[in-house]
């Protein structure tokens, strides 16, 4: 992984985003093939059925946002991002393959509920998704191998220290899944409403790094079409 | 939600839009695996079993047509959109998280047919579709927030009280439910139907705004490719 | 639908291609599941059941080419488009809907295999398509409506004669399938390989319009990135 | 196929290229439901039933990686065409809906483990994408019929004698899955991360063809966006 390998890139960084945009456009789509419509023998007590449903809609709800949290994510630490090669490619596949898994994470719990083993497989494929944000993150900036110039080096730092903050909380929640499941679930739900709160009241900073405050500390930052 | 949180947003807008033109994408598509093809054991008479299935064709289309509708919706609430921030990524989220429910919602109808409970959540859905719209079009436009100065504050309260009057309709359904489903069904089949033909015969404001006739109010307002 | 409609449309092309190609892509790779794996208790004779399944892998090959042949039809009716409005829109997701139901029919064929009611439906279904392409262009293109003046009539009079061929190839084959299904879906099968052989041999003007040929019949016609 | 056929192309290529793009992302994303969730009546022992589904878990992460180097090979071949033509468009739906059956190949080998015919079935996929993206390489570049003459003749004929190098890998496997099935997706997995670890120390020209060190030799080959 020397310099030398800048040099065989060949694939525009638009089709890796479309690549990203589309699996992130499934996954949250499909999420709702987990939810299983109760059968027409129920259909004289729906109501109730459907009320006893609740942690399949709550469950529902939490994956989506997580999902839109990993794609949020994803655009952050692609910002910076002016060059490719092969190895971003390779990590894009494996942060895609990774989120992929949250159907199936989100299976688990529909079918089996809050055990120490769905909360764990819950809480591991989150981690693993935001290691290898990290690791991205960190593949492309490093030296600036991949990324603009313009990223401070204040930003990096912050963002390293974000990533870690999040892999704590994470793996804190999936230790305290040993002793209570439900508080490991209640914890991750924690988490992400706490995160999407920060990001809209102007901390973008929690979401592991702030190119917009970073590059363009002046009032005209926003985004015109 | 002050001032300053417009400088946060770095995520370009195609990635917004191309997010949701996806998601559509793929819940309109996936909707025809809500008809269950009829087994083997009725092939010998096939044809009346998929003439029994009429009620399933009926929801398919008009499920297949809100969503045509939330996507039209979609495109023109974003139209006026200039500036992206972290809520707005948010409030899109939520649109599409509710906009992808709809094949639940079909699926309860197809299993259950048209009772009490699957007519109210069928409604609920779309009128949550509706509210998300409005808060969207509502936080953009404020005080020009994220949108263009060119919108007319005359378009913004016609949009404002269109709204209110899809969240009417969907609502008189809802309650005509507890006595009737099927009537509310076909209230919501003529709602679709009717928005449909106005916009198609050149009224466009029934469909929450008009910004072509608002913004160019001249004659050649066709777009050009 | 009188001239002033054309004030209306504020919805950029790129979103009307973009939710097509989207819908295309998924119905396309969404066919493979109408492929059912042969069950465990069949591994020691899995060879003799995957070779049992050859008229499934046979109609799942041409529900491929025919969606590949739909995708196509609809870009070239798309390509002389320069303007857009609400009632394209609604045929758009129209042709989109119609598209959609390709799986159900395949799936009708792999449970029920070619009975006349498959054969009819399977028929229908690539008959609706077709009418909506043609209304698509006749309505995009009638006295330049939605379409550019570079549009040659001859063009514009072959084309409409093209659809009125597929259409009676379609029809021809949905009355053969009263006496014999087998025929009729051999001859869908033929009718999509020899429009792809045409298509390949330079004679695309048998898939309804030939813009190329009419508007640049130079010989530097080919497209340059 | 002769040289006036490139007179007729009229689809601008970025469609193709998103038809792609969406097909792949799709495809990922559907492969986790190849991984079935556990039953309810297995909670008890929830973590030794997921243990046991390591075979499972295996071959889910090779198929996604078999895609994402299908993604790659497509872009890779596709990065020196420069005009489209009607074949190469048959020629795209084809690799398509090859690489479509995919979650079809996982799907066996989950239902009925290693044996021949899961292996041979298997293998066979892979060599079909792999030929026909060496037919789309030699019919869009010989005589640089629809490829940039930037193409060096030297790319050219390493990347056709890689094509075989990757055939012949594939058969000798699937010979070996005559004698041993396991042995031959130990290879299947060996050669998708030799070939991984290849491109990603910088030796791209193992997938194919190499146009970025071919091109540009110099040291700023980089991609800037």
Do not use: C, K
């Amino acid at each position: 992984m020397a310099q030398p390998e800048t040099e065989t890139p060949t694939i525009p960084p638009q089709r890796l985003i479309a690549l990203a945009d589309g699996v992130f456009a499934i996954v949250m789509t499909l999420l709702v093939f987990q939810l299983t419509v109760p059968v027409a023998a129920e259909t004289d007590r729906l109501g109730s059925a459907l009320a006893e449903m609740w942690p399949e809609f709550l469950i529902y709800v939490l994956s989506f946002l997580v999902l839109g949290l990993f794609w949020l994510i994803h655009h952050l630490i692609f910002d910076p991002v002016e060059r490719y090669d092969t190895t971003l490619i390779w990590l894009n596949i494996l942060y895609l393959m990774l989120a992929s898994l949250v159907p199936f994470s989100t299976g688990l719990f529909i079918e089996h509920g809050a055990v120490t083993v769905t909360a764990l497989i819950y809480g591991a494929n989150m981690a693993a998704v935001f290691a290898t944000a990290w690791a991205i993150f960190a593949y492309a900036t490093t030296g600036y191998r991949l990324a603009s110039r313009d990223l401070d080096s204040e930003v990096r730092r912050g963002a390293t220290r974000m990533g870690f903050v999040y892999m704590a909380v994470i793996l804190v929640a999936m230790a305290i899944s040993l002793v209570s499941p439900v508080a490991a679930y209640v914890l991750y739900g924690l988490f992400v409403v706490i995160v999407i709160i920060f990001t809209m009241v102007g901390r973008a900073d929690v979401v592991m790094i702030l190119p917009g405050s970073a590059r363009d500390p002046g009032p005209d930052l926003s985004h015109d079409v």
